[in-house]
T-cell receptor, first 116, second 113 residues
């Protein structure tokens, strides 16, 4: 199994450009998450989804949009990139809490995004 | 609201010494608790998790953690630290009520010779 796959792994954007980060999981997980990681701030939740066709805001949703048209994919979009969005982005997926006793969140390898 | 606090930003431990990393969470019902480790430039690896039952859980690489409901804590321990344990450690909490997975700000472990 591939687990959780993020594309791309690296990207440099100019201010104002747009892009989409793709997260794909092959474990039939209900929940999917997008985080950003910045030094000293841990992982902050941007948006999450509890099932196909659903999305919800996390702690830091401004400047991002998401879509989950298929259960296995969760897309994170930046419509007009800003330098403040320079970060490492992680996607994760899991079964729903309480759905399976032995669940955990599986993470992708991250996308390093630089906005200049 | 659901939250996780890791009060120690950095900890330095001598190789061979014992380690305890602190984690406190804020949530009323029984949480799902996790410890993850991240080596520089890498993704996150699960060390251990707690859902229910025995409050002392064993993980990989010789780590263990104890869930203390009365203190809302889930501290990570290791009896003897190795140089390869130097990394950043994150505590996280999930719950059926909030559906999210929320992380603490992390503790960076440095291991001195």
């Amino acid at each position: 199994n591939a687990g959780v796959t993020q594309t791309p792994k690296f990207r440099v954007l100019k201010t104002g450009q747009s892009m989409t980060l793709l997260c794909a999981q092959d474990m039939n997980h209900e929940y999917m998450y997008w985080y950003r990681q910045d030094p000293g701030m841990g992982l902050r939740l941007i948006h999450y989804s509890v099932g196909e066709g659903t999305t919800a805001k996390g702690e830091v949703p401004d400047g991002y949009n998401v879509s989950r048209l298929k259960k296995q994919n969760f897309l994170l979009g930046l419509e007009s990139a800003a330098p403040s969005q320079t970060s490492v982005y992680f996607c994760a997926s899991s079964y729903r809490w309480g759905g399976q006793e032995n669940t955990e969140a599986f993470f992708g390898q991250g996308t390093r995004l630089t906005v200049v | 609201a659901q939250s996780v606090t890791q009060p120690d930003i950095h900890i330095t431990v001598s190789e061979g010494a014992s380690l305890e990393l602190r984690c406190n969470y804020s949530y009323g019902a029984t949480p799902y608790l996790f410890w993850y480790v991240q080596s520089p430039g890498q993704g996150l690896q699960l060390l251990l998790k707690y859902f229910s039952g025995d409050t002392l859980v064993q993980g990989i690489k010789g780590f263990e953690a104890e869930f203390k409901r009365s203190q809302s804590s889930f501290n990570l321990r290791k009896p003897s630290v190795h140089w390869s344990d130097a990394a950043e450690y994150f505590c996280a909490v999930g719950s059926t009520g909030f559906q999210k997975l929320v992380f603490g700000t992390g503790t960076r472990l440095l291991v001195s010779p």
